[in-house]
């Protein structure tokens, strides 16, 4: 088997090269980083989330560094969908990857009518659902929370669309099974995880907060063992992929979640620190793959063996 056909994957009907993927909020549209990165190598790209309508996003400070990642109180802030498909888009399609968009909202109807738009368009390969948005009918609590919330806003995509739909899960949860399984009653193709952990960040000599939102998401290497934990129990309840997320760096890490699971990985964080750390993991799974006798990506997911009593 050829190295470039033992990493392509087909997940929730989308073919790419390979499972590595460009996560949401952290690549931009692409166009920042094309003068770094070879489009056309990686899996495919996650968009920035998208809204209706332009969005503000929250004041700065927006962004703090932590010891093991990073803080972003960003507040999802974009142009709308109706940039995204005038502007976005059209230049994204020069390149051969798979472009999913990252689907934001405030209500239910929101997120069916972007959903919907998306769908008169030919350029775009699947729907990620960021249901880590706050309910603005529903006490501005997140909708990915609870169960009932997940199944509503889901279900509502799903009638919306006939794109593949890929739900994103957020960690800041008891019980993220129960989540993974509304979002797979509700019509979900594959599911995502983790979204970042809600975290705050204090100055201590000028004894004030360092985000103007007081509290933002926590990502980077500081969550790679929660998203693995969750990575592991999701993947092993639902029988639809699961798309790892959280803190990968390496060709290493995106094998640990791999493992546990994941039949492709998204790497969010390490662009910041490294605009080439996609390719280096892609070069890394080949490597990794040829290196344990594999022949095929597929082959590694999910065996990891638990320790002998
Ligand atoms: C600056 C920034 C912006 C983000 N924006 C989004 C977003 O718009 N939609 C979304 O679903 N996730 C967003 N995320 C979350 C990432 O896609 C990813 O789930 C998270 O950062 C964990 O992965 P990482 O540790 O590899 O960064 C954002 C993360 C960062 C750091």
């Excluded at 020069?94 to 008169?120: C, M, W």
Aim: charged share 15%; glycine share 10%.
């Amino acid at each position: 088997m050829s190295t470039a056909s033992s990493l392509a994957i087909t997940i929730a009907g989308i073919h790419m090269k390979n499972p590595v993927i460009a996560a949401s909020g952290t690549f931009g549209f692409g166009k920042e980083y094309s003068s770094l990165v070879d489009l056309n190598k990686i899996g495919a790209i996650i968009t920035k989330g998208t809204s209706l309508e332009p969005w503000v996003g929250n004041p700065p400070e927006r962004i703090a560094e932590t010891a093991a990642g990073m803080l972003n109180s960003i507040g999802l802030q974009n142009d709308g969908i109706e940039n995204l498909i005038n502007e976005k888009l059209p230049w994204l399609s020069q390149f051969d990857v798979p472009v999913i968009v990252n689907i934001v909202g405030h209500t239910i109807e929101e997120y069916a009518k972007v959903a919907q738009r998306l769908s008169e368009t030919d350029s775009v390969a699947g729907l990620e659902i960021n249901i880590s948005c706050p309910n603005v009918k529903h006490g501005c609590i997140a909708f990915g929370v609870e169960p009932r919330m997940t199944f509503e806003v889901v279900n509502a995509v799903r009638k919306a669309t006939h794109l593949p739909i890929i739900p994103k899960l957020s960690p800041n949860v008891a019980d993220i099974v129960a989540i993974a399984h509304a979002a797979v009653d509700a019509g979900a193709d594959a599911i995502s995880l983790i979204n970042t952990l809600i975290g705050t960040s204090i100055n201590a000599e000028t004894r004030t907060f360092r985000l103007a939102n007081i509290t933002g998401g926590l990502s980077g290497p500081a969550i790679k063992p929660i998203a693995l934990r969750m990575v592991w129990e999701v993947a092993k309840a639902v029988d639809v992929p699961v798309i790892g997320v959280g803190g990968i760096m390496t060709a290493e890490d995106a094998v640990e979640f791999m493992l546990a699971g994941a039949s492709a990985i998204q790497v969010g964080t390490a662009n910041f620190v490294y605009p080439n750390a996609m390719i280096e993991i892609i070069e890394g799974l080949e490597a990794y793959l040829s290196r344990h006798g594999f022949g095929h990506i597929s082959e590694i997911v999910g065996i990891v063996q638990s320790p002998q009593c």
